[in-house]
């Protein structure tokens, strides 16, 4: 019985070799990395604490008269719980869908529309009305629309 024979057979010349065993190590060691970066992202919960922005549908248009007006609607409330007005509004009362109401308290959901004058919700004859989607929970807190109104004339 020749053993080198069987051996021939078994490990196979150089011509017959699949892989050679520096890429085998490579490969190896390759596999190693990426499954313990694998498992250390879920025992460290990396990418748990990206959170998401708030999202809504709101239209707003602006009434270029002297007298004019800018009307919010909320078309749709997305990922948010509502909808609320910042900039250059002030805290007279302004009236919604919802009631009238002061700007500060107003929360709007779906199909609310508020109109806002010199006399009912703006500060100014001139500045920009920002809607702001909101998500209670996490505290998030998300432009999504926003207008500018100029020359609007005192009533």
Known sequence: MDLKEYRAKLIGGNDERAVSPVIGVILMVAITVILAAVIAAFVLDLGGSVGQEAQAGVNMEVDETANGNVTVEVTSLGNSDHVELSGDVGTTAAASSTGTTTIADLKLGVGDTVRLNQ??????????????????????????SSAEYEGFSTP
């Open 119 to 144: 006399s009912s919700g703006l500060s100014g004859s001139s500045g920009t009305v920002t809607a702001v989607a909101v998500i209670q929970e996490s505290e998030t807190r998300t432009q999504v």
